[in-house]
């Protein structure tokens, strides 16, 4: 049986998958996670190629999530709070320590995102809901200060003041998918 769901706002379809978490309104750039027992709306961004190519695109979501932290060293917090933009990919791929965790590489390498207007192409299913991924910027922020300080223990007081969805082209040559930010490589067969 197949069941349509249609934007709460527009009433125009939405678009995902079977066992999708996320279903995108291309109308209204919203997202919905229907992930959690009470489904959730968020705002949804188009994110320009840094690189170009002229291969079919399609784009990948990502989570952006704008969060506030401070680091707890010898019991002493921070100061100054510091604000960052951090991505998690909504897929999820297989063996992501073989094909990178590209979400991380953007947010550690402080990538500068510009967005744009909607392309008329497809979107990945989003299948890792905000549940799922909102740990990430926690793990992004320990694998990155304590590589900064030896592998020192630190403590890590985060907030999310913001979160939205990213969707960033790639391009699909035969049957690789790559990304246009930094062009990595994912075969088909390690995303899921």
């Known amino acids: 049986m197949l069941i349509l769901l249609n934007c709460p706002k527009c009433q125009n379809h939405l678009q995902g998958e079977n066992n999708s978490k996320l279903f995108f309104c291309t109308s209204c750039n919203l997202v919905y996670d229907v992930g959690d027992s009470k489904p959730k709306m968020y705002d949804l961004f188009y994110v320009l ?10 784009y990948f979501p990502f989570w952006q999530v704008c969060s506030q932290y401070k680091i707890v060293e010898d019991g002493e917090q921070g100061l100054n709070p510091q604000t960052r933009f951090f991505y998690i990919p909504a ?8 094909f990178g965790d590209i ?4 947010t550690m390498n402080n990538i500068d995102l510009r967005t744009g207007g909607r392309k008329d192409i497809p979107v990945f299913p989003g299948d890792r809901g905000l549940t799922d991924s909102i740990v990430y910027p926690l793990i992004y922020l320990y694998k990155d200060e304590t590589t900064k300080r030896n592998n020192d223990a630190i403590e890590i007081n985060i907030d999310h003041k913001e ?8 391009y699909r040559v035969k049957n690789d998918f790559y990304d246009s930010v930094i062009y990595w490589k ?6 899921i």
């Open 91 to 98: 897929f999820f791929i297989k063996n992501i320590n073989y």
């Open 163 to 170: 979160i939205s969805v990213a969707l960033i082209p790639f």
């Open 103 to 106: 979400g991380y590489y953007i």
């Open 49 to 58: 190629p840094k690189i170009k190519r002229d291969y079919p695109q399609m």
């Open 186 to 191: 994912y075969p088909s067969g390690a995303l």
